[in-house]
C-alpha cells in the first residue's frame, strides 16, 4: 500500500460544518427562540462556528451579538450529527446549557443584530410549529439532557447515546 505524503493527507480528510447554540428556558419549561430574517424557521441563539474558533466560544460570541446577553456558558447538552443535506455538507451540531431567563430578561434584550427580527419563550408544543423538525427533535434531546444531568449524542436530532463525558 503507497502512502500519501502528509500534506496530501491532511488536504484529503473530511472537512465538517460546524454550529453551537444555546438553550435558555424558563421555569415553566419554555425555551427561548429567535427568529431570523434571513430563513423561514426559527432557532436557539447560536450560529455558524467561525475557522479556528472552539464551539463553546462560538455559543458565547453568538448570544453576546444576537441578544446582548454576556453570562456564562453552562454544560455541553447535546452534540448531533447532521447529515449532507443538498449544497449543505455533513455537520456537528452543538447545544450548550443557558440556564433559565425570566421573561423581564427576554423583554429586556434590545435587538441590535440585523439577523433577530424577534425573541420570545414558547412551550416546546409551540416551538416544533416554529423550527425545523431537525431542531426540534435536538430541542427535545437537549431538555431531556437538562433532566438527566448527562449530555445526548444525536443523529439528525435524535439521541442515540446517552453517556457521562469528563
Request: charged share 30%.
Amino acid at each position: 500500500m503507497d502512502l500519501l505524503p502528509f500534506d496530501e493527507y491532511a488536504a484529503s480528510l473530511n472537512r465538517k460544518r460546524t454550529s453551537a447554540g444555546v438553550l435558555f428556558r424558563d421555569e415553566a419549561g419554555r425555551v427561548l427562540l429567535v427568529e431570523t430574517s434571513y430563513k423561514p424557521n426559527w432557532e436557539i441563539p447560536g450560529g455558524s462556528v467561525d475557522a479556528g474558533e472552539a464551539p463553546w466560544r462560538a455559543a458565547v460570541r453568538e448570544v453576546a451579538e444576537e441578544l446582548g446577553i454576556d453570562r456564562p456558558l453552562g454544560r455541553l447538552l447535546v452534540i448531533d450529527h447532521i447529515p449532507a443535506d443538498g449544497p449543505m455538507p455533513e455537520g456537528l451540531a452543538f447545544i450548550f446549557d443557558g440556564g433559565l431567563i425570566t421573561d423581564e430578561e427576554v423583554n429586556a434584550v434590545e435587538l441590535t443584530d440585523p439577523e433577530i427580527r424577534s425573541v420570545g419563550l414558547y412551550p416546546l408544543d409551540a416551538a416544533r410549529d416554529l423550527v425545523k423538525p431537525l431542531l426540534a427533535r435536538r430541542l427535545q434531546a437537549a431538555l431531556d439532557a437538562v433532566g438527566a444531568g448527562e449530555p445526548a449524542l444525536c443523529e439528525s436530532g435524535d439521541a442515540v447515546i446517552r453517556t457521562r463525558l469528563g
